[in-house]
């Protein structure tokens, strides 16, 4: 699946900026020809080790709702490069995880990271689009959908298929919603104070569009407990979990936060007043003493909120 195309998605195991389990929203296009999944790779990757403590945290608490030894297929439904979907399959030793994407080249990383990890007899990988290839996807006792969901026009008609998928007992974990990144102070010393605000307004506008703009779209109140309900499912439960690297950040972290901007920069700059235009280039300018490059101050913090819900 690709994250930021409609019938598939990657998970952004990163926050609403696509990229680490799958992608997250980043400011991209909907169509594979809009992004080059394969030069994004290292970036998904990186972004998605990142906040693999979060994500481990989170699997803990999903073995915690199922009875031991019960788990024995597993769907990383938007696999990306497969990190989280190794995650799954340590969390469930029992289990088959099956990482599901659109794009080959992910699920070749996919492959490639289980078998470096001693779990490639128990990842496997399946090329899938979704909402038209929900009937190769197989059922299973556990189904995680990290940030793809929102990308299919019918959410509704999206869980109602998924929970068709679990067996008896069965749960589903939405990864969706959580609080956008921060990286920056509220006053950051270039412009206005309160850029991040601004940039997620201007998110929030494109997100709109983006939904707006899907296949068979359909107008839903983000809702997940009663979309969960509607589909027969049984709610068991909704966490948050937090992502806090606080400065100095590592290298490869700053890296990721630069790679961040200029994708907001390059996807939506046009939407920005003049004045964040120019605060943004000046935040990625090297040479500026106050940019993302060279500044201490630079931290993540971000927040994922996964919604479950148990097959009767």
Same mark, same amino acid.
């Given at each position: 699946?690709?994250?930021?195309?409609?019938?598939?998605?990657?998970?952004?195991?990163?926050?609403?900026?696509?990229?680490?389990?799958?992608?997250?929203?980043?400011?991209?296009?909907?169509?594979?020809?809009?992004?080059?999944?394969?030069?994004?790779?290292?970036?998904?990757?990186?972004?998605?080790?990142?906040?693999?403590?979060?994500?481990?945290?989170?699997?803990?608490?999903?073995?915690?709702?199922?009875?031991?030894?019960? %788990?024995?297929?597993?769907?990383?439904?938007?696999?990306?490069?497969? %990190?989280?979907?190794?995650?799954?399959?340590?969390?469930?030793?029992?289990?088959?995880?099956?990482?599901?994407?659109?794009?080959?080249?992910?699920?070749?990383?996919?492959?490639?990271?289980?078998?470096?990890?001693?779990?490639?007899?128990?990842?496997?990988?399946?090329?899938?689009?979704?909402?038209?290839?929900?009937?190769?996807?197989?059922?299973?006792?556990?189904?995680?959908? !990290?940030? !793809?969901?929102?990308?299919?026009?019918?959410?509704?008609?999206?869980?109602?298929?998924?929970?068709?998928?679990?067996?008896?007992?069965?749960?589903?974990?939405?990864?969706?919603?959580?609080?956008?990144?921060?990286?920056?102070?509220?006053?950051?010393?270039?412009?206005?104070?309160?850029?991040?605000?601004?940039?997620?307004?201007?998110?929030?506008?494109?997100?709109?569009?983006?939904?707006?703009?899907?296949?068979?779209?359909?107008?839903?109140?983000?809702?997940?407990?009663?979309?969960?309900?509607?589909?027969?499912?049984?709610?068991?439960?909704?966490?948050?979990?937090?992502?806090?690297?606080?400065?100095?950040?590592?290298?490869?972290?700053?890296?990721?936060?630069?790679?961040?901007?200029?994708?907001?920069?390059?996807?939506?700059?046009?939407?920005?007043?003049?004045?964040?235009?120019?605060?943004?280039?000046?935040?990625?300018?090297?040479?500026?003493?106050?940019?993302?490059?060279?500044?201490?101050?630079?931290?993540?913090?971000?927040?994922?909120?996964?919604?479950?819900?148990?097959?009767?």
């Amino acid at each position: 699946m690709t994250a930021d195309k409609h019938s598939g998605q990657h998970h952004d195991h990163g926050t609403h900026d696509h990229g680490s389990h799958g992608h997250g929203h980043g400011p991209h296009g909907h169509d594979h020809g809009d992004v080059d999944w394969v030069a994004l790779a290292p970036l998904l990757t990186a972004q998605a080790e990142t906040q693999s403590p979060l994500y481990t945290e989170a699997a803990a608490w999903l073995s915690s709702l199922l009875p031991a030894g019960s %788990v024995r297929r597993v769907l990383d439904v938007g696999s990306g490069p497969g %990190v989280v979907t190794a995650l799954l399959a340590e969390a469930f030793p029992e289990a088959e995880v099956v990482a599901v994407d659109a794009t080959p080249e992910l699920l070749a990383l996919a492959r490639e990271r289980a078998d470096a990890r001693g779990l490639g007899d128990r990842v496997a990988t399946l090329r899938a689009e979704l909402p038209a290839d929900f009937g190769s996807l197989g059922t299973a006792d556990l189904i995680f959908a !990290s940030n !793809s969901l929102h990308h299919i026009g019918d959410q509704r008609a999206a869980i109602a298929s998924f929970a068709g998928l679990l067996n008896p007992g069965g749960l589903i974990a939405l990864a969706e919603g959580g609080l956008p990144p921060r990286h920056l102070p509220w006053n950051q010393g270039v412009g206005r104070p309160g850029l991040e605000a601004r940039l997620d307004a201007a998110h929030a506008d494109w997100f709109g569009e983006m939904r707006a703009a899907l296949p068979d779209t359909k107008e839903e109140i983000d809702d997940w407990t009663t979309l969960l309900s509607d589909a027969g499912l049984a709610p068991s439960g909704t966490r948050s979990f937090l992502v806090d690297v606080p400065a100095p950040l590592p290298d490869a972290v700053r890296a990721q936060v630069v790679a961040h901007y200029e994708r907001l920069r390059d996807g939506f700059g046009d939407r920005m007043p003049e004045e964040d235009r120019a605060v943004v280039e000046r935040l990625l300018d090297p040479a500026e003493p106050l940019s993302l490059h060279r500044r201490p101050d630079v931290f993540l913090l971000t927040a994922r909120t996964v919604h479950t819900a148990r097959r009767p």
